[in-house]
């Protein structure tokens, strides 16, 4: 198996070093400093193409899962395309109205809906809400009723499967949090259907993310299908199946399948069935459209170590802390002769590292771009340290816009006060 050089063909070296799309990216660190999240639209409409083509004939709706990178940009992207949306959040709903998508085609996720979301939610007419446990039931239902309406539902059921990935993103598994155990979900039906504030509409599965393989989802798909089939024997027929997101992507080595692989033994169990088909991909749209550009602050050369502390941190790309997650560091512009560096941050942590021993040929002041970053990469920043966001570029042929500027330090701290004197 031959890989490509980097995991997303919209990166290339140029004569000006790496550029993505048209955009060298040095260009865009002397326009924007450092750090900056980089994001190719190319490569977006690639990922969302793929999707569309793999579904194309169906009647399918792919619903972002905002969660993954919520820019407006972004977001916007996908509204123009006719996406629709997963969000677990008001915010997130805020974000995706305020980027122009439809209410009516989001849906909903999340094990802990507050009051206020869901009326929030409710108000604007979204497609579905995914309901997660008994009492979120009857709280959408007193609250569907109090604002004299029928809110669509759907129960999002965890079929107990191993979805065969890190322990920390797994969810569709007995012990974890996420949706119904799968043997109370016909009666919690039942209940549902019987309620005047709600209206069945669709049943939601979702068991983990970065699946390097389709066979737990497929296997999840048949659990679904047969619950599904039950209801409608019982008189409950569902309009939709929404068989989440989850597909992963190539941070180093992995070889993920594309979006037609991943969906083909899922379809091969759907056929001749009358159902509409959610997902709620979200990595697998924007995971490898985008890159944390950085610029090297210093070179320490330690008893055993050499560190190149460089100016994003934890703050900014949390994974590699999290998750020990593997991505790719690269040169803008290679210096020199390689030697191996830490890649760490600035933070007052040891777990602030961004990786471990690469080879890299770099100097001080130059540029490393961190590749695989468009998901969960700005979502999962915080101001730890106080130190600003990073800013956010989307680049689209030759073209760079500025889609989030960088955090100002007053900003940081504009919503505290000092106490009375
Ligand atoms: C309910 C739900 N839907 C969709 C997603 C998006 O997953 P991914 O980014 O792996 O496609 C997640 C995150 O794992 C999720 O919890
Ligand atoms: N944040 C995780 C994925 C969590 C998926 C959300 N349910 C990651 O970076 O891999």
Same mark, same amino acid.
């Given at each position: &198996?031959?890989?490509?050089?980097?995991?997303?063909?919209?990166?290339?070296?140029?004569?000006?070093?790496?550029?993505?799309?048209?955009?060298?990216?040095?260009?865009?660190?002397?326009?924007? +400093?450092?750090?900056?999240?980089?994001?190719?639209?190319?490569?977006?409409?690639?990922?969302?193409?793929?999707?569309?083509?793999?579904l194309?004939?169906r009647d399918a709706l792919v619903?972002?899962?905002?969660?993954?990178?919520?820019?407006?940009?972004?977001? *916007?992207?996908? !509204?123009? &395309?006719?996406?629709?949306?997963?969000?677990?959040?008001?915010?997130?709903?805020?974000?995706?109205?305020? =980027?122009? @998508?439809?209410?009516?085609?989001?849906?909903? *996720?999340?094990?802990?809906?507050?009051?206020?979301?869901?009326?929030?939610?409710?108000?604007? @007419?979204?497609?579905?809400?995914?309901?997660?446990?008994?009492?979120?039931?009857?709280?959408?239902?007193?609250?569907?009723?109090?604002?004299?309406?029928?809110?669509?539902? !759907?129960?999002?059921?965890?079929?107990?499967?191993?979805?065969?990935?890190?322990?920390?993103?797994?969810? #569709?598994?007995?012990?974890?949090?996420?949706?119904?155990?799968?043997?109370?979900?016909?009666?919690?039906?039942?209940?549902?259907?019987? /309620?005047?504030?709600?209206?069945?509409?669709?049943?939601?599965?979702?068991?983990?993310?970065?699946?390097?393989?389709?066979?737990?989802?497929?296997?999840?798909?048949?659990?679904?299908?047969?619950?599904?089939?039950?209801?409608?024997?019982? +008189?409950?027929?569902?309009?939709?199946?929404?068989?989440?997101?989850?597909? #992963?992507?190539?941070?180093?080595?992995?070889?993920?399948?594309?979006?037609?692989?991943?969906?083909?033994?899922?379809?091969? /169990?759907?056929?001749?069935?009358?159902?509409a088909l959610?997902?709620?991909?979200?990595?697998?749209?924007? @995971?490898?459209?985008?890159?944390?550009?950085?610029?090297?602050?210093?070179?320490?050369?330690?008893?055993?170590?050499?560190?190149?502390?460089?100016?994003?941190?934890?703050?900014?790309?949390?994974?590699?802390?999290?998750?020990?997650?593997?991505?790719?560091?690269?040169?803008?512009?290679?210096?020199?002769?390689?030697?191996?560096?830490?890649?760490?941050?600035?933070?007052?942590?040891?777990?602030?590292?961004?990786?471990?021993?690469?080879?890299?040929?770099?100097?001080?002041?130059?540029?490393? =771009?961190?590749?695989?970053?468009?998901?969960?990469?700005?979502?999962?920043?915080?101001?730890?340290?106080?130190?600003?966001?990073?800013?956010?570029?989307?680049?689209? +042929?030759?073209? &760079?816009?500025?889609?989030?500027?960088?955090? *100002?330090?007053?900003?940081?701290?504009?919503?505290? *006060?000092?106490?009375?004197?």
């Open positions: &198996m031959t890989h490509q050089l980097f995991p997303t063909a919209a990166l290339v070296r140029g004569p000006h070093g790496l550029a993505l799309e048209g955009v060298a990216l040095a260009d865009i660190a002397a326009h924007q +400093g450092t750090p900056t999240f980089v994001y190719s639209l190319a490569e977006i409409r690639r990922a969302y193409g793929a999707w569309r083509d793999a194309a004939g619903c972002y899962a905002v969660k993954a990178n919520s820019n407006l940009g972004v977001l *916007s992207a996908f !509204a123009r &395309m006719g996406a629709g949306f997963d969000i677990v959040s008001g915010g997130e709903l805020a974000r995706v109205l305020a =980027a122009g @998508g439809e209410a009516g085609k989001v849906v909903f *996720s999340g094990v802990g809906k507050s009051e206020v979301e869901m009326r929030q939610t409710l108000s604007a @007419g979204i497609g579905c809400f995914n309901i997660e446990s008994p009492s979120e039931v009857a709280r959408l239902d007193a609250i569907a009723r109090e604002l004299g309406t029928r809110a669509p539902v !759907a129960l999002r059921v965890n079929p107990d499967v191993d979805a065969r990935t890190h322990p920390y993103i797994s969810t #569709g598994l007995k012990n974890n949090k996420f949706g119904i155990a799968f043997d109370d979900a016909f009666d919690l039906y039942r209940d549902a259907a019987a /309620r005047p504030g709600l209206r069945v509409v669709g049943i939601a599965c979702h068991i983990g993310s970065q699946l390097l393989d389709p066979t737990p989802m497929a296997d999840a798909t048949t659990k679904v299908l047969e619950l599904v089939d039950r209801l409608a024997a019982a +008189g409950i027929a569902l309009e939709h199946i929404d068989l989440g997101g989850g597909v #992963g992507i190539r941070y180093r080595d992995e070889t993920p399948p594309t979006i037609a692989e991943y969906l083909a033994p899922i379809l091969a /169990r759907l056929e001749g069935r009358r159902e959610h997902f709620e991909p979200g990595r697998s749209l924007v @995971g490898n459209a985008g890159v944390l550009l950085t610029r090297v602050e210093y070179l320490k050369h330690g008893e055993t170590m050499n560190f190149a502390v460089v100016d994003a941190a934890m703050n900014d790309l949390a994974r590699p802390a999290l998750y020990d997650a593997w991505h790719e560091v690269v040169e803008v512009a290679p210096h020199g002769e390689p030697q191996t560096y830490e890649v760490v941050g600035p933070i007052c942590e040891s777990g602030d590292f961004l990786a471990h021993e690469r080879p890299l040929a770099v100097a001080e002041g130059d540029l490393l =771009a961190i590749l695989s970053a468009g998901a969960y990469g700005m979502t999962m920043s915080s101001n730890y340290n106080t130190r600003g966001r990073a800013a956010e570029v989307i680049v689209d +042929g030759n073209a &760079m816009h500025v889609v989030r500027e960088r955090e *100002s330090v007053e900003s940081l701290f504009a919503l505290e *006060s000092r106490l009375p004197e």
